[in-house]
């Protein structure tokens, strides 16, 4: 169920990565076509800025999602194995942390701005925001997954896919 | 304020050491500053956001993009294949066309990651496919990737120009002579080496050959000067060329080459985006942990105790050098810029160094520090694509740092190297 889940909301957040970059190049070309047909669009820098927001915080999600962040291992990993699993724990705890902060102020900024509109496109600065709360969210549940990986499965910690400076 | 600063900035540094995520690492040094300082803390969540809300940034998931179009539609194996046509008969000759795709490359790309992940992957292979150990292909493309952002258009280049307040287009001009130095020296190296080692070179293909490779490749090649014209015309923006340049890359892709399969996009995104996603977590907290810095007081402290102890001008080139090049081994480039652009630039400013000199060495410094490790984010790419341990590439890259280091004492002691071109297309 819990798998399902997650796989689920991978995909989700892949199908907002290629709809919010192909968004993005779109504004951004849509800019400089109508300015040189010296008919120019004023909302195309202000969404494009509002979507590239978007784009890093989904890539900031998939990186996390899968293990993607860059981090230097190789102290960590010379370790004896008990030692590095208490280790990461922490880490992951402290991780928890942050995500945890980062959702809740980015809610408070949410909530805030929720009536403000941005000054082109009639749309609530509260969007500018709400990524951030949804990458605070996935920092967390990842960082409560990986305590639970290494606090109960036996044999090596999971491997990042990527970004480990081993 | 001070005080807090640097004790956070301690427990900073070995949480990075003792394998926290550094992106996180400056997020919870940024929520630490604000707390124990009693301020809202809600401020690091704003400045997080509100560094991604950038123009000028845009180019940096754009130029991935186009890199990573070229490669999936054939175009950088063209690059390559003009590239060996050209340089191939040479001893090494393997290793000079992987320098001079490196050098096409950077006409059209501006990040150095999009350097090694996209022309990169064609020359590990290409290198490994012709008897060329892994360590030896996959260090020469990550010190020829550095190339890619000093040669315009250049994404670091873009941001230093925003955040010091310096002329984008000038700066990418005082990049020109540069990037052609380092890959003169590079290939000075690889003709030592190849010397030394023997390596196996290509028959000449003949002028015929050549013209041959030139028309396969043409389009390619004519990106910069596509990017060029409509930057210097005005049709778009320094930032916006990046956009052209990967509308320019599918073009090629689906109309003029027809390679280009279009059922890949989707996953070519995801690969964009995610990829986009680890430097924009780092840019991001280190907006926020900049912000910090700079109520603190950090600047203010720091520039004029900087040019209080060190009378030169070169004197404060050189330990700019050192600074930018330690501060490089830990953090991304383009987060390191908005934290330390604040410090530096003011004091360069104060030695009446010329703006467009010290920014071209500024992002130099911070480009070197993509290879060498601990983070290395080049060093990263490349030994994940020739399939080697990033300690292995680590070590194999140190002695590609040597032609690399003494462009950059090059360009410190004689500014013209930099200043001259810009001053004679713009003037003073």
Known sequence: ?166 | MIALMTQIVVVWLAAIMVGFPLFAAMGLAAFAFTIFGGMSDSIVAQKIAQTANSFPLLAAPLFILMGNILNSAGITQRIFDFATAVVGWMRGGLCHANIIASVIFSGMSGSAVADAAGVGTIEIKAMKDEGYDAETAAAITAASATIGPIIPPSLPMVIYGVTADVSIGGLFLAGVVPGLLMAASLMAMVTVVARRRNLPRHKFPGIIGVWKAFLSAFWALMAPVVLFGGMMSGYFTATEAAAVAACYALFLGLVVYRDFDVRELPKIIVDTVETSGVVFALVMCAGALGWCMSISRVPQTLAPLIVDNISSPLMFLFVCNLILLAVGCFMEVLAAMLILIPILVPASIAYGIDPLHFGLMFVFNLILGTIHPPIGVVLFVTSKIAGISFEAMSRAVLPWLVPLLLTLVAITVWPPLTTALPHWVMGR
Do not use: K
Not at chain 1, 133 to 152: K, P, R, S
């Open chain 1, 1 to 166: 169920m819990l798998q399902r889940l997650r796989s689920a909301s991978d995909r989700v957040m892949e199908a907002a990565a290629v709809m919010a970059m192909v968004a993005m190049l779109g504004c951004v070309m849509l800019g400089v076509i109508t300015r040189a047909l010296d008919d120019p669009l004023i909302w195309t820098d202000e969404m494009a800025r509002l979507l590239l927001v978007w784009v890093a915080a989904l890539g900031w999600m998939l990186a996390t999602r899968r293990r993607g962040h860059i981090r230097i291992l190789f102290l960590v990993d010379r370790l004896p194995d008990r030692w590095r699993r208490s280790a990461e724990a922490v880490i992951q705890l402290m991780m928890f942390l942050f995500g945890a902060l980062l959702a809740l102020r980015g809610l408070e900024l949410v909530q805030r701005n929720a009536d403000l509109e941005a000054t082109s496109v009639p749309i609530s600065i509260a969007w500018l925001y709400l990524p951030i709360v949804l990458c605070g969210i996935t920092d967390a549940l990842q960082a409560a997954g990986e305590i639970w990986i290494a606090a109960t499965r036996s044999g090596p910690l999971p491997s990042a896919d990527e970004g480990r400076v081993e």
